[in-house]
T-cell receptor, first 117, second 116 residues
Framework: AQKVTQAQTEISVVEKEDVTLDCVYETRDTTYYLFWYKQPPSGELVFLIRRNSFDEQNEISGRYSWNFQKSTSSFNFTITASQVVDSAVYFCALSGYSGGSNYKLTFGKGTLLTVNP | GAVVSQHPSWVICKSGTSVKIECRSLDFQATTMFWYRQFPKQSLMLMATSNEGSKATYEQGVEKDKFLINHASLTLSTLTVTSAHPEDSSFYIC????????????FGPGTRLLVL
């Protein structure tokens, strides 16, 4: 069975601090996909990134960066120089084929990030 | 690109009435759409998967007769909450996936349902 663990329930930082959101996953698949979504207070889930299991290259997009390490089954998300607008719930998710999941998304419980001015 | 809309965004109804929620993929064809339910401060719970032109597949514990799903075209899926009761009050979110099962799911803005 697939599982995604986001151990940090809530994180509070002051603006301009760097913050890392942790994500650990479990899967039996050799091919799978990892995602991060942002859910601001408005409720809509905003897609941030998708990573294939065979591509361990880290990625940077502006203030956002992602560290994918298959050896530790982790896909961590770092926001550099955080801003108040980054305040949201962030979900890590996994999709794969095994266990009848047929590439449905398995979500973590989410991490509530609050960036204070 | 990859925009998904949902309508209505808010609905308040009386107990016993039925409510229909629409989910549309605006700029891509969605072979598969998903319906989720989210309780306050919780993660998303998948209710059902719908494929265009076929019957929806419901997750364990989700009542098919209570939550009717229709995926009539490659851009539209509807969720009807039949004979709604206060316990059906929740945030309902749809997502859409393109023609390949490994594609990314893009989410709609959600519908907040309050049953009085």
């Amino acid at each position: 069975a697939q599982k995604v663990t986001q151990a940090q329930t809530e994180i509070s930082v002051v603006e301009k601090e760097d913050v890392t959101l942790d994500c650990v996953y479990e899967t039996r698949d050799t091919t799978y996909y990892l995602f991060w979504y942002k859910q601001p207070p408005s409720g809509e889930l905003v897609f941030l990134i998708r990573r294939n299991s065979f591509d361990e290259q880290n990625e940077i997009s502006g203030r956002y960066s992602w560290n994918f390490q298959k050896s530790t089954s982790s896909f961590n998300f770092t926001i550099t120089a955080s801003q108040v607008v980054d305040s949201a719930v962030y979900f890590c998710a996994l999709s794969g084929y095994s266990g009848g999941s047929n590439y449905k998304l398995t979500f973590g419980k989410g991490t509530l990030l609050t960036v204070n001015p | 690109g990859a925009v998904v809309s949902q309508h209505p965004s808010w609905v308040i109804c009386k107990s016993g009435t039925s409510v229909k929620i629409e989910c549309r993929s605006l700029d891509f064809q969605a072979t598969t759409m998903f319906w989720y339910r989210q309780f306050p401060k919780q993660s998303l719970m998948l209710m059902a998967t719908s494929n265009e032109g076929s019957k929806a597949t419901y997750e364990q514990g989700v009542e098919k007769d209570k939550f009717l799903i229709n995926h009539a075209s490659l851009t539209l899926s509807t969720l009807t909450v039949t004979s709604a009761h206060p316990e059906d009050s929740s945030f309902y979110i749809c997502s859409a996936r393109g023609t390949s099962i490994v594609e990314t799911q893009y989410f709609g803005p959600g519908t907040r349902l309050l049953v009085l």
